[in-house]
């Protein structure tokens, strides 16, 4: 089966620019996530959608950083405007189960990397 | 607080030698336990997880961990590494009744030749 689609891989913005990343998760998988993963830390979620309603955004800094998941299939996470914090890797990861239990576990994406400078 | 500890940031090892990373957790009740590996530039890929049962788990590429719940502690194990094994492993917990992982901060291996 298909994987989960990120992209870009890569991305370098100014600080105070916008950007979107995007992911596909895999077909049939109800649950998304996105995660940030500073460099030299674990992946820390900041969003999680079960189909296309928001179940915890508890972690999300909602001033800057908004998602959706339109449609329930594919998601935009996009921080406007970017520190230069914001630098990470944005991490997508599906899940099968529909209430998004960790009974499945989740398949992440390969991520993409954000550098604001 | 819930939390997730992997008390080594690097650990090397010789190629061939056996190998064992540490984690502990700190849940009431017994937690949904995984490990994940993550190669420089890629995603997470799930080596193994725990929900219940027999309290070791074998997982892929030859890894395996044990749960010890008067320990709280998951340990993934390997009993002869390999070169491509070099990479960084999260341990990752889920309280039983929630949905979403938390990670621990990884533990970032190296292989001697």
């Known amino acids: 089966e298909a994987g989960v689609a990120q992209s870009p891989r890569y991305k370098i913005i100014e600080k105070r620019q916008s950007v979107a990343f995007w992911c596909n998760p895999i077909?049939?998988?109800?649950?998304l996530y996105w995660y940030q993963q500073i460099l030299g830390q674990g992946p820390k979620l900041l969003i999680q959608?079960?189909?296309?309603?928001?179940?915890?955004d508890s972690q999300l800094p909602k001033d800057r950083f908004s998602a959706e998941r339109l449609k329930g299939v594919d998601s935009t996470l996009k921080i406007q405007p970017a520190k230069l914090e914001d630098s990470a890797v944005y991490l997508c990861?599906?899940?099968?189960?529909?209430?998004?239990?960790?009974?499945?576990?989740?398949?992440f994406g390969s991520g993409t990397r954000l550098t604001v400078v | 607080a819930q939390s997730v500890t992997q008390p080594d940031i690097h650990i090397t090892v010789s190629e061939g030698a056996s190998l064992e990373l540490r984690c502990n957790y700190s849940y009431g009740a017994t937690p949904y336990l995984f490990w994940y590996v993550q190669s420089p530039g890629q995603g997470l890929q799930l080596l193994l997880k725990?929900?219940?049962?027999?309290?070791l788990v074998q997982g892929i590429k030859g890894f395996e961990a044990e749960f010890k719940r008067s320990q709280s502690s998951f340990n993934l194990r390997k009993p002869s590494v390999h070169w491509s094994d070099a990479a960084e492993y999260f341990c990752a917990v889920a309280p039983s009744s929630a949905s979403k992982i938390i990670f621990g901060s990884g533990t970032r291996l190296s292989i001697r030749p």
């Open positions: 077909s049939g998988h109800a649950t």
């Open positions: 959608f079960q189909n296309n309603g928001v179940v915890d």
């Open positions: 990861a599906s899940s099968l189960a529909a209430l998004g239990t960790a009974n499945y576990g989740y398949t």
């Open positions: 725990y929900f219940s049962g027999d309290t």
